[in-house]
């Protein structure tokens, strides 16, 4: 038997729930189907949520960001410490599952469990994966695939060895390693090295490019960079892994293109991220993919199937829970002709949870060099900032970007703790096109580390000032 539904959302993340809700808001029939246990996605199950979860608890349990203000050492019970973040890893893991089930059920989104795979443009077939029982039958007028993305396995690394972790195995932790290489210096690659830093594990991040992080503002890059190597840590840039050995009853080994070699314990690669396009059956449905196993979508993102919409990783960049999220309503608000959402922002923050954590928004200064924009920067230091003497934050300090003739903000670049939090400070600026005056007219509450927007503000507004020759900062009228 065949049932026909408005709308057919194949996978659970982040895209596909608020796709699917939106369309069941505004009365569609829908249907999801997830093949995993339970809802979420991997922004719940291995993703954003048990990350950030893991460095709550680290910070909170070994008290990483406060021990040496209070002249406190680290001696930590590494097993109970595992203990605990585990159980806070379930906890909060329960508690989005349940969340999100219960979204689906108060807008009447019908989940089934299975695998979708299409058998023609407009039906697919349910199964358990096996191929052991037949498949229930689904149609529908319109689709949405949201199916994720997975780690990349390049050949020749020896995942087989329980100590090669991708940034989904990593997650089913038996010990807290005493020394950790990570493979590549992208966001996942660094946050988790952090992570394992505050835990007390010796770090070796090993990164082909010059900078960590390659698409933030490079100072950024770099205050992260010395903030990890102050820890003792060790960043190698420009380097490349050969080969990953495991010393019979010993540690792995690795070599590296730089002629180094290193002994560790555990080594977490972090080379990307593929799209989860195989087993979909794309071909039958008539949808085009890339080489990197990613869906092609338009500005409205449908498919090379115009009533077939993709949305999330598996369309590839930025790849993010925030941006998969309202991919997902903006895509089902054009399917079904809603007046509603017609386009993703495109100012878009980045979060990033590194210790310290750093946050961005518009462009870096490097961009605004390249493409010949007159622009000022404005600095601030937490270690200048009441709340961040009280905090005792040494590594945080906010840079705004600016353009020199309207004033206009055009980036926000933070590192230092609740930099994820506070950019959106620069955001609302930004989404009005407002000027860095607004910073300056304004009263933030004191003591805060919000505060520290005035200051960079007039940071900028007096290095403006020197460069025209002007003893006050200008005003736009001015200017
Ligand atoms: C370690 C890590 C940290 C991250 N941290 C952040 C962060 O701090 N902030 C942020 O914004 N983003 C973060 N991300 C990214 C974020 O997790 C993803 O962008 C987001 O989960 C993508 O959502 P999605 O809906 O596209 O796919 P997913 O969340 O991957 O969900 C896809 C779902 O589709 C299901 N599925 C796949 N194929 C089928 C099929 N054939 N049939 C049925 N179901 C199927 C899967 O089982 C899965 O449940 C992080 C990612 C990682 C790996």
């Given at each position: 038997m065949t049932d026909?539904?408005?709308?057919c959302v194949i996978?659970?993340?982040?895209?596909?729930?608020?796709?699917?809700?939106q369309a069941a808001y505004f009365g569609k029939r829908v249907v999801l189907v997830e093949k995993a246990p339970a809802v979420g996605g991997a922004c719940v199950h291995t993703g954003t949520l048990p990350s950030k979860t893991l460095r709550e608890a680290a910070l909170y349990v070994t008290g990483f960001q406060k021990r040496k203000l209070y002249g406190m050492t680290l001696d930590i019970d590494k097993q109970a410490s595992l203990r605990?973040?585990?159980?806070?890893?379930?906890?909060?893991t329960?508690?989005?599952v349940s969340q999100i089930s219960q979204n689906m059920?108060?807008?009447?989104?019908?989940?089934v469990k299975g695998q979708a795979t299409f058998t023609g443009p407009r039906e697919i077939t349910v199964t358990d994966g096996s191929g052991a029982v037949a498949g229930r039958m689904l149609t529908a007028d319109r689709f949405l695939i949201a199916t994720g993305s997975s780690p990349h396995r390049p050949p020749g690394v020896p995942f087989d060895d329980h100590d090669v972790e991708d940034s989904d195995t990593i997650l089913d932790l038996d010990r807290i390693p005493q020394s950790l290489a990570v493979v590549g210096g992208g966001v996942i690659g660094c946050e988790y090295a952090c992570l394992f830093a505050a835990l007390g594990t010796a770090i070796t991040i090993i990164e082909g490019r010059s900078s960590l992080m390659g698409f933030l503002d490079g100072e950024m890059s770099e205050r992260l960079r010395s903030a990890l190597a102050r820890g003792g840590h060790r960043i190698l840039l420009g380097d490349a892994v050969l080969s990953i050995e495991r010393v019979v009853g010993g540690p792995l080994h690795i070599k590296l293109k730089s002629g180094q070699s290193l002994e560790v314990d555990k080594v977490l690669y972090s080379a990307g991220r593929a799209g989860n396009t195989g087993g979909l059956g794309l071909d039958r449905a008539g949808v085009a993919v890339d080489p990197k196993a990613r869906i092609p979508v338009n500005q409205h993102f449908q498919t090379s199937q115009p009533h077939i919409y993709a949305a999330g990783d598996v369309i590839g960049s930025p790849a993010l829970a925030s941006v998969s999220m309202e991919q997902g309503r903006v895509a089902m608000c054009h399917a079904f002709g809603i007046p509603y959402k017609t386009k993703v922002s495109p100012l878009t923050p980045y979060g990033v949870y590194t210790i310290p954590e750093i946050s961005m928004l518009g462009a870096t200064e490097e961009e605004l060099t390249k493409q010949g924009i007159p622009f000022e920067v404005g600095r601030a230091?937490?270690?200048?900032?009441?709340?961040?003497?009280?905090?005792?934050?040494?590594?945080?300090?906010?840079?705004?970007?600016?353009?020199?003739?309207?004033k206009r903000l055009l980036g926000v670049h933070m590192i230092g703790d609740r930099a994820t939090e506070?950019?959106?400070?620069?955001?609302?600026?930004?989404?009005?096109?407002?000027?860095?005056?607004?910073?300056?007219?304004?009263?933030?509450n004191f003591p805060t580390l919000a505060e520290i927007y005035k200051y960079?503000?007039?940071?900028?507004?007096?290095?403006?000032?020197?460069?025209?020759?002007?003893?006050?900062?200008p005003t736009p009228a001015a200017l």
């Open positions: 026909h539904y408005d709308l996978g659970s993340g982040p895209a596909g729930e608020k796709g699917a809700v605990r973040l585990m159980g806070r890893l379930r906890a909060v329960e508690q989005q059920r108060r807008h009447e989104v019908e989940v230091g937490y270690d200048s900032n009441a709340r961040g003497q009280i905090t005792g934050e040494q590594d945080g300090a906010l840079k705004l970007l600016f353009h020199t003739e309207t506070l950019v959106h400070i620069g955001q609302m600026v930004m989404c009005f096109s407002g000027t860095i005056d607004v910073f300056i007219d304004s009263v933030f960079a503000a007039y940071d900028g507004l007096g290095r403006l000032a020197r460069r025209t020759g002007t003893t006050v900062p």
